[in-house]
Each structure stands twice: as structure tokens, then as C-alpha cells.
């Protein structure tokens, strides 16, 4: 049973740059999430998907995020022109059925906007 | 908004030593969790807590679900090097597929273990 996978584990880019990345849950999980984390801190709630349908969006999530997760399957988070403060990783998680309180993650993707 | 606080921040032990952290809040949750992250990597689930009062056990890991449903505590015991990393505990509202699923993560408690 493989787990959250996520690519590409790091990413430097220029500020201004567009970047996104995917993540693929665990099979047969159909809540997937996203969370940005910085250093210092715990992991911020960004968006989540029950299937295909985007359910809930933070405050965090600013008009140049958008996140997809198209047939309910891998999910992709797009950043568009991105800025220093974005440096951040980005998390991953997915749950299942009864037990959708038990989020696993991913192993994150750092981002560095310089 | 809703807000954790995780104490202590950091904690040095001894190896064998066992540990005790805490998580508390100002609002109520219906589902404590708790995760080890290590370095460069995501969080790892430890133990899920679901009803006031409950208590827990993974391992060498006791994790209890307050009573008020604003605080948990987690436990290590016989603490060993590879327990070195940072504890998250997180919250969650929602309830019976009513109202938000996402988590609250506290700051963190960083362990470190002296061989």
C-alpha cells in the first residue's frame, strides 16, 4: 500500500514565476488536502476535495492559487506569479470514508521564491 | 479564528526518560490528533482520539482526549534517540459529515533525545 506521493519534493523558482505541483493520494482515498507550512509552524489548512468537488477554501488561499483535483483522482496546486512570502512547504494529505478524520500526508514539496 | 497552543516548545531528555506534552484551546474539538514530523518530510500520524475522556495507546506512545474537549496529552515513555523530532497535535471540528474536516495544528513541540 503505497502512501500520499508528491512531486517535485523541491522547487526553486523566480518570484514572478508560475509553478504547480501534484499530488497523488492514497488509492481509494477520496478526500484529498492541501496545507502550506513555514518554518517554525504547524501546517496551515489551504483547501480540501471530497472527489472532484473543491469543499472548503481558507483565507490563506489567495486568488493566485487554484487547485484542482480533476476525476478525483491526483490533485495539482497552482501558484501564479509567485511572491518571496509563498517560500513555504507544501503538504499534501488524504482520508477515507469513516475514518476521514485520519489524515496521512505527503512528504511535501518545498518551495523557494527568490 | 481557532488556535492551539503546544507546550512546551522544545524539551531536552535523556535517553530511557519519558516525556509528557500538551495541547490546549480555546475552542472545542471533536477529534484530537497527533503527528511526529521529522525533517524535510511530512507529518506522521501517531494517534487519533475521537471521545472526551478517552485514552490511547501506540507503542510506547499514550495520547488522552480531555474531558472539556479542549486540551489532549500525549506521553512517551522509555523515550529512545529515535523519537528526536517535533510533535504536532491537531484538532478538528467537524462531526458525522457535518462541518469542517480541516485540522488546526498546534507549533509544535520539538524532542530532543540525549544518548
Known amino acids: 500500500d503505497t502512501g500520499v506521493s508528491q512531486d517535485p519534493r523541491h522547487k526553486i523558482t523566480k518570484r514572478g514565476q508560475n509553478v504547480t505541483f501534484r499530488c497523488d493520494p492514497i488509492?481509494?482515498?477520496?478526500?484529498l488536502y492541501w496545507y502550506r507550512q513555514t518554518l517554525g509552524q504547524g501546517p496551515e489548512f489551504l483547501t480540501y476535495?471530497?472527489?472532484?468537488?473543491?469543499?472548503?477554501k481558507s483565507r490563506l488561499l489567495s486568488d493566485r492559487f487554484s487547485a484542482e483535483r480533476p476525476k478525483g483522482s491526483f490533485s495539482t496546486l497552482e501558484i501564479q506569479r509567485t511572491e518571496q512570502g509563498d517560500s513555504a512547504m507544501y503538504l499534501c494529505?488524504?482520508?477515507?470514508?469513516?475514518?476521514?478524520?485520519?489524515?496521512?500526508f505527503g512528504p511535501g514539496t518545498r518551495l523557494t521564491v527568490t | 479564528g481557532q488556535q492551539l497552543n503546544q507546550s512546551p516548545q522544545s524539551m531536552f531528555i535523556q535517553e530511557g526518560e519519558d516525556v509528557s506534552m500538551n495541547c490546549t484551546s480555546s475552542?472545542?474539538?471533536?477529534?484530537w490528533l497527533w503527528y511526529k514530523q521529522d525533517p524535510g518530510e511530512g507529518p506522521v500520524l501517531l494517534i487519533a482520539?475521537?471521545?472526551?475522556?478517552e485514552l490511547t495507546s501506540n507503542g510506547r506512545l499514550t495520547a488522552q482526549f480531555g474531558i472539556t474537549r479542549k486540551d489532549s496529552f500525549l506521553n512517551i515513555s522509555a523515550s529512545i534517540p529515535s523519537d528526536v523530532g517535533i510533535y504536532f497535535c491537531?484538532?478538528?471540528?467537524?462531526?458525522?459529515?457535518?462541518?469542517?474536516?480541516?485540522?488546526?495544528f498546534g507549533k509544535g513541540t520539538k524532542l530532543s533525545v540525549i544518548p
Open positions: 482520539l475521537y471521545k472526551a475522556g
Open positions: 488509492s481509494e482515498h477520496n478526500r
Open positions: 494529505a488524504s482520508s477515507m470514508g469513516q475514518f476521514h478524520y485520519e489524515q496521512y
Open positions: 475552542s472545542i474539538f471533536n477529534t
Open positions: 491537531a484538532g478538528q471540528s467537524g462531526y458525522s459529515g457535518a462541518g469542517s474536516y480541516q485540522l488546526t
Open positions: 476535495f471530497q472527489n472532484e468537488a473543491q469543499l472548503e
